[in-house]
């Protein structure tokens, strides 16, 4: 079951919900680059900026694509409130991520818990 929610939620995010939450100028987007093509890759994805930091919890962990790009190079972009940031993301698989779920916005939160397989946490530590 888990492998087939992964292609459902993969590809409805992939086709539908990504293109469309894209264009809006004040969601979050996490930008990576492509570890084949090396062009950017803007994933639209919930979180919060604590600090210096931003945190967010991956649903499919290294199976999700911008996961696999962080691994090859993790030199990111975040643009959170319409303001783009540079920083360099880490993946934390010691970190509990259904505790960290708490303590991130409840609407992304409630839907990375429900259709996730292998959650991930991940922060990105900001430099501007």
Excluded: C
């Excluded at 990504?18 to 979180?47: A, D, I, K, Y």
């Excluded at 303001?83 to 509990?96: K, V």
């Excluded at 916005?105 to 430099?127: C, E, F, H, Y």
Aim: aromatic share 6%; proline share 6%.
């Amino acid at each position: 079951m888990s492998d087939r929610r992964f292609r459902i939620t993969t590809a409805f995010q992939r086709n539908v919900a990504n293109p469309l939450t894209r264009l809006l100028p004040f969601q979050t987007l996490l930008e990576t680059t492509g570890r084949t093509s090396g062009l950017p890759r803007r994933t639209p994805l919930g979180g919060k900026r604590v600090g210096d930091s931003f945190w967010l919890v991956s649903e499919f962990g290294v199976k999700s694509q911008y996961v696999r790009n962080i691994q090859a190079d993790p030199r990111v972009r975040v643009r959170i409130g319409g303001r783009w940031h540079h920083g360099t993301a880490h993946l934390l698989p010691d970190d509990d991520p259904v505790a960290r779920l708490r303590t991130l916005p409840k609407g992304n939160s409630a839907a990375v818990k429900m259709l996730g397989t292998q959650l991930l946490t991940i922060r990105v530590d900001l430099t501007g």
